[in-house]
């Protein structure tokens, strides 16, 4: 192993530079003093937005929205360009929130940590990186994201092709000249649908394989005016208040109203100014059942493959693009920019790989039932094994040895999705269960910075060494995670969210389907009764 072998001390390693390691970095380093050591394996910071380069990526909450709360100096001098800007803006962002609060420089880059080995004797974590930094820490906070392990499926023959292939979660920094190429993409999530309209503008022929048609809703992106900018910023405290007690961390006025409140003409109007307004405001701001009941979702599913047929001009085609095998709001949501339309073009083309499956890739493109697709390049926007994906990359292990991997084996067991029980002052910010992926993340992440925040304070002002989630209250709130997504269209889908993109993943689903507001009252519940559920000790947890 490269590198120094000498074991440095430190309050604390937070593993990851996102949106979640920078402000935990700051947090704990410049608010509490602590010595902090932040490990990345990108060259940057940035997390999501340093990985995910491919054309069209661009956020989907809405860019006031997406972005930090704490910093009130910060949230009024930053100025969005647009609705839902792309990667490169973020980054900037992150890149500006690292320099305004010398974020960088207790950060270790292009380096991964690959074991946290808690001590029993120290109560300490043994941290060890890929590049051969050890470090001895008291608390680990794994700040590594939820999509952050990109997934490529094991196809036959993968790895004979000989032209250019690409994960969309590890674009090339330096990008890729699609033009005069005939180009592939497989998979038609947020990733596929974001890149599909601008390769296909590229590129002289783009073929799609297309296993799960898709519901989208139109982002009707567009430049942000300033004046209105400024006046969201006049209101920022009510904005955040709002999004922070919401459903999904955005601040939309929610309507309490069912589909079956209205008449059918008042509902199509309806669903007419949702479809107008674009992105999330169609689920949050139509009707208050979409997410809960199956006749209500079918109503706003057969609205949207309504605006399909509408805009595909070949029916046949249209009918290949229709999602019917899984209800409205069942998988993630896609906002797209232009998708369907990209189905007229000349120079596109789909293959439902339900019809004409994979059979394998060649050296030469793809073979799809009997047809051999000749390609220059293949661009898996296949996504991510999700929320316990970079969890299993590392080697965990807690009291008595116990590797969280095996003990995570039949699916993810937290308390509050911060904690896990037997691997004391390990906290995971926006880990599985916790609203986290189904919430606007910056919300979310900001959350339980604060809250892992207030725990180590409360630790050291109380002298106490150890908090530990206790396993009667993790089975408990593991139960709750359950019966909360039970009700919910969640349920009725082959999603990541219940790992089901990742070949023999359990079938579990990892998000709180609460809400981030109900999330939240449980998190201040458990602050103010003293801690409920963890325990905390002034030595050996084992005494
Ligand atoms: P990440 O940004 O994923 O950062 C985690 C970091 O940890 C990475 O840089 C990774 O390199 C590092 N890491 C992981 N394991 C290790 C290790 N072992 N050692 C060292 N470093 C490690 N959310 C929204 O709310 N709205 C959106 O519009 C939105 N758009 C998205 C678009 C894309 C393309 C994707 C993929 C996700 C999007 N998300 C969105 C979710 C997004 O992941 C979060 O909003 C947010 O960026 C997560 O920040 P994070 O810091 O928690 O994790
Ligand atoms: P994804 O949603 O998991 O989509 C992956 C696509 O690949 C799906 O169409 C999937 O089909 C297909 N696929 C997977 N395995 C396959 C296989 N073996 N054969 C054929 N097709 C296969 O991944 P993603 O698009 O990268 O998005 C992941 C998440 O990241 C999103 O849900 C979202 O949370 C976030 N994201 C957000 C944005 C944004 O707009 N801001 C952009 C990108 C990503 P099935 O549907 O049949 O599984």
């Given at each position: 192993?490269?590198?120094?072998?000498?074991?440095?001390?430190?309050?604390?390693?937070?593993?990851?530079?996102?949106?979640?390691?920078?402000?935990?970095?700051?947090?704990?380093?410049?608010?509490?003093?602590?010595?902090?050591?932040?490990?990345?394996?990108?060259?940057?910071?940035?997390?999501?937005?340093?990985?995910?380069?491919?054309?069209?990526?661009?956020?989907?909450?809405?860019a006031y929205?997406?972005?930090?709360?704490?910093?009130?100096?910060?949230?009024?001098?930053w100025e969005w360009s647009?609705?839902?800007?792309?990667?490169?803006?973020?980054?900037?962002?992150?890149?500006?929130?690292?320099?305004?609060?010398?974020?960088?420089?207790?950060?270790?880059?292009?380096?991964?940590?690959?074991?946290?080995?808690?001590?029993?004797?120290?109560?300490?974590?043994?941290?060890?990186?890929?590049?051969?930094?050890?470090?001895?820490?008291?608390?680990?906070?794994?700040?590594?994201?939820?999509?952050?392990?990109?997934?490529?499926?094991?196809?036959?023959?993968?790895?004979?092709?000989?032209?250019?292939?690409?994960?969309?979660?590890?674009?090339?920094?330096?990008?890729?000249?699609?033009?005069?190429?005939?180009?592939?993409?497989?998979?038609?999530?947020?990733?596929?649908?974001?890149?599909?309209?601008?390769?296909?503008?590229?590129?002289?022929?783009?073929?799609?394989?297309?296993?799960?048609?898709?519901?989208?809703?139109?982002?009707?992106?567009?430049?942000v005016d300033k004046a209105v900018l400024d006046e969201i910023k006049k209101?920022?405290?009510?904005?955040?208040?709002?999004?922070?007690?919401?459903?999904?961390?955005?601040?939309?006025?929610?309507?309490?109203?069912?589909?079956?409140?209205?008449?059918?003409?008042?509902?199509?109007?309806?669903?007419?100014?949702?479809?107008?307004?674009?992105?999330?405001?169609?689920?949050?701001?139509?009707?208050?059942?979409?997410?809960?009941?199956?006749?209500?979702?079918?109503?706003?599913?057969?609205?949207?493959?309504?605006?399909?047929?509408?805009?595909?001009?070949?029916?046949?085609?249209?009918?290949?693009?229709?999602?019917?095998?899984?209800?409205?709001?069942?998988?993630?949501?896609?906002?797209?920019?232009?998708?369907?339309?990209?189905?007229?073009?000349?120079?596109?083309?789909?293959?439902?790989?339900?019809?004409?499956?994979?059979?394998?890739?060649?050296?030469?493109?793809?073979?799809?039932?009997?047809?051999?697709?000749?390609?220059?390049?293949?661009?898996?926007?296949?996504?991510?094994?999700?929320?316990?994906?970079?969890?299993?990359?590392?080697?965990?292990?807690?009291?008595?040895?116990?590797?969280?991997?095996?003990?995570?084996?039949?699916?993810?067991?937290?308390?509050?999705?911060?904690?896990?029980?037997?691997?004391?002052?390990?906290?995971?910010?926006?880990?599985?269960?916790?609203?986290?992926?189904?919430?606007?993340?910056?919300?979310?992440?900001?959350?339980?910075?604060?809250?892992?925040?207030?725990?180590?304070?409360?630790?050291?002002?109380?002298?106490?060494?150890?908090?530990?989630?206790?396993?009667?209250?993790?089975?408990?709130?593991?139960?709750?995670?359950?019966?909360?997504?039970?009700?919910?269209?969640?349920?009725?889908?082959?999603?990541?969210?219940?790992?089901?993109?990742?070949?023999?993943?359990?079938?579990?689903?990892?998000?709180?389907?609460?809400?981030?507001?109900?999330?939240?009252?449980?998190?201040?519940?458990?602050?103010?009764?003293?801690?409920?559920?963890?325990?905390?000790?002034?030595?050996?947890?084992?005494?």
């Amino acid at each position: 192993m490269p590198g120094s072998t000498k074991v440095r001390e430190l309050d604390a390693v937070v593993i990851g530079a996102g949106f979640s390691g920078l402000f935990m970095n700051h947090r704990l380093r410049d608010t509490l003093g602590l010595d902090v050591q932040v490990i990345e394996a990108g060259s940057d910071v940035g997390g999501t937005w340093y990985w995910n380069r491919y054309p069209g990526a661009r956020c989907d909450s809405e860019a006031y929205m997406y972005c930090f709360g704490f910093d009130r100096d910060l949230m009024q001098q930053w100025e969005w360009s647009g609705k839902y800007p792309e990667q490169p803006e973020i980054l900037r962002y992150l890149g500006h929130v690292a320099d305004r609060f010398d974020l960088r420089r207790n950060t270790s880059f292009n380096t991964r940590v690959r074991s946290a080995h808690f001590h029993e004797e120290s109560n300490r974590w043994d941290v060890e990186t890929d590049a051969g930094e050890r470090y001895r820490s008291r608390f680990v906070i794994t700040a590594i994201g939820c999509l952050s392990t990109g997934q490529i499926p094991d196809f036959r023959g993968r790895d004979t092709f000989t032209g250019e292939a690409y994960h969309t979660g590890a674009w090339p920094h330096e990008g890729v000249d699609f033009a005069g190429k005939k180009v592939a993409v497989i998979g038609t999530g947020s990733s596929g649908v974001q890149s599909i309209p601008v390769i296909a503008r590229q590129a002289d022929h783009l073929t799609v394989f297309q296993r799960t048609p898709q519901y989208m809703i139109p982002a009707r992106h567009g430049n942000v005016d300033k004046a209105v900018l400024d006046e969201i910023k006049k209101e920022y405290d009510t904005i955040y208040d709002k999004a922070r007690h919401s459903t999904g961390g955005f601040p939309y006025d929610v309507q309490d109203r069912s589909a079956f409140d209205v008449e059918d003409a008042e509902r199509r109007r309806i669903l007419e100014e949702g479809w107008e307004m674009g992105g999330f405001k169609f689920m949050f701001s139509t009707f208050s059942d979409l997410r809960t009941s199956l006749t209500a979702s079918e109503l706003a599913g057969e609205f949207i493959r309504g605006k399909i047929r509408e805009t595909v001009n070949d029916p046949e085609l249209a009918q290949k693009l229709l999602p019917l095998d899984h209800p409205f709001g069942s998988k993630r949501i896609l906002i797209d920019t232009d998708y369907f339309e990209t189905y007229n073009r000349d120079n596109v083309e789909l293959v439902d790989i339900n019809a004409e499956p994979i059979v394998e890739i060649t050296e030469t493109g793809i073979t799809a039932g009997d047809t051999h697709h000749d390609v220059d390049v293949i661009v898996y926007a296949t996504g991510f094994d999700a929320m316990t994906g970079s969890f299993n990359r590392i080697d965990i292990r807690g009291l008595d040895g116990q590797r969280l991997k095996d003990k995570w084996a039949a699916g993810p067991r937290t308390y509050l999705g911060l904690t896990s029980a037997g691997f004391p002052n390990l906290f995971m910010i926006t880990g599985p269960g916790s609203p986290s992926v189904l919430s606007n993340m910056p919300i979310s992440i900001e959350q339980h910075v604060e809250m892992i925040s207030g725990i180590v304070s409360h630790l050291d002002r109380n002298e106490l060494e150890l908090i530990e989630a206790e396993v009667r209250a993790e089975d408990a709130w593991v139960e709750h995670v359950n019966e909360v997504a039970e009700p919910t269209m969640f349920m009725h889908a082959n999603s990541w969210y219940l790992g089901a993109n990742i070949p023999g993943k359990p079938r579990v689903f990892m998000p709180y389907a609460g809400g981030v507001g109900a999330y939240r009252q449980h998190c201040d519940k458990v602050v103010a009764n003293g801690y409920e559920g963890f325990t905390l000790s002034p030595g050996s947890v084992k005494a």
